[in-house]
């Protein structure tokens, strides 16, 4: 009887081996498929951001062909090569469109970006002060050329054109994080803190934000808030090392010995 229920185990064994086997080997199968279904799918993500971006390519390509306005086309043209990182191309593009029609505003912005991408900022902000005579209410040139300045350290030349920006526009995020940047630099807490938060509530909700936010918290000493800010920085931005950085610092300071 014992041998008997040994033999019945060990049936049950083998059986429960072969189960177990074929079990892996349905799950191995099933990881197969799935790691090919990823690939497929992603494969074919791919294949549509790059077919859409020739689309663009062609569909400029065609305006430029068949419109009087060429100008206009050069100028989308190279705002879809600058959105592939294609800089040079986007260059030549605009160049083309203001050889056809030098008043465009946009086309000018566009140029704009350019320059402050490549660092050549006095470049930039001739071509956003030509923007901004050509169409002085156009905020996010006040926006762009505040920027500039603010990267020069002309305080407050960045301050007015950001107070510009925001007259034309009230509700413009990046302006308002912007002026919080200058009244943080000027040593005004409570209004640049007052800044950020608006920001915040009209959509901006981005690593450097909240590691500003905390960098104001922090020259309050309000320590806890400050902590909290550059959590939320490093939650959007985990290699975003002066949130890091601004952390560890804090923690140090209140380590007892």
Known sequence: MVKAENKKTDKKETLLEKTESISSGFKSS???????FVVISL???????????????QLWGDV???????ARGYNNLGMTYYEQGQSN?????YMTALRLKPDIPHVHYNLGLFYQEQGKLYKAIEEYRIVLQLKPDYPDAHNNLGNVYYNQGQIEEA??????????KPDHPD????????????G????????FLTA????LNNAALHYNMGNAYKRQDLNEEAIREFELALKLRPDFSPAHEAIESLRRKFQTP
Request: charged share 25%; no cysteine.
């Open 43 to 57: 494969s074919f993500v791919a294949y549509k951001r790059n077919a859409a971006w020739k689309d663009d390519l």
């Open 188 to 195: 005004q807490m409570d209004e640049a803190i007052k800044e």
């Open 64 to 70: 430029i062909g068949k419109s009087l306005n060429k």
């Open 200 to 203: 915040l509530k009209l959509g």
């Open 89 to 93: 191309e986007a260059f030549k593009a």
């Open 175 to 186: 302006a308002h994080n912007n002026l919080g940047n200058v009244y943080a630099n000027q």
């Open 30 to 36: 099933y990881l197969i498929l799935f790691i090919i």
């Open 159 to 168: 301050k007015k054109e950001y107070i510009s920006a925001l007259r034309l």
